[in-house]
């Protein structure tokens, strides 16, 4: 019996380098730490989902999966937008490999200078605002996106409202409801430089958040406006479901700068696809998790825009949509 025993004794531990290859192999997979992409939103959980299955495709199309060569790590202000700094904070805490701000870059650049950051859904001018040094070389850690083409918001501005009059063609006087910021201070401007050409009035309502939605509406009726341009700046955007249904009760013919606003009761939408923007953020984020610098990554401009029309609208408006009018998405 004492040799069977000897046998069997050399043959299990003759197994033994395998099983142990095997054991540390499953040991360290074990304590493999994760890149971390980290993710900062403005708006609600909602959107939030849908921002972050947009980045995911991206890196999935680079070829990178979730949960085997990265991770996530998610805020969101939920409408909030002076959460956005400790939010910032909270997530440089955690070093992720990349962060991605969508529609917020300059909180992230103030709070966050040294993290490498990839922006998406800017509808302004990246190197003006100062979060790049050019489009071909962004410089420092930030690269990313922006929602205008070339010609910039001037250009997206003549084609909203060349849209527009299709639908509203008696329109004399336009009632743009926004803010002060940056990014409502280049709409108007950009309106205003088209308005002479084009043949109307831009008259600028003032509000100050969005609690003073109602008294703005209210000042249009006294101007004698015949349609509305509400801001795509984040303040609005971010609480769209309480501010569309007191545009809509106006009974003007409104527009919205992007499709949710079209989609919420809104006239009219024309943009750039923002889940696009938002999946070409991934696949940068890829890039940057690759091993290149986000200052060498050149920024894009949108290539994909939506026309969004809310067909139930035209009719309770008693607008006659003209066949010639070929939207990429119709509410209906």
Known sequence: MAPATNRIGRRAFSKLPGLAAI????????QRVLPVVAVLIAGSEAQAKTRVAAIRTGLKEAGLVEGVNYTFALRFADGVLNRLPGLVQELAALKPQVIVSVGIAPVVLKYAPDMPHVFTAIADDPIRMGLVESFARPGGNTTGNVMTAMGGEDTVAQKRIGLFRELVPNMKRLGFIGTTSILTTTEVNALRRV???LGFELVHHVIQGTDDIERAIAATNHDG??????????QMYTQIARVAPLVTASGKPSFGTYPDWARAGLLMSYASDIYDGVRRAGLYVARILGGEKPGDIPIEQ??????VLNARTARQLGINVPPTFLADEVID
Do not use: I, R, T
């Not at 406006?225 to 984040?234: I, Q, W």
């Open 195 to 197: 308005a002479g050409p």
């Open 23 to 30: 054991a540390f192999s499953g040991a360290a997979l074990a």
């Open 225 to 234: 406006v015949d349609a509305l341009y509400v801001s795509g700046e984040p």
């Open 302 to 307: 949108a290539s994909k825009f939506l026309l």
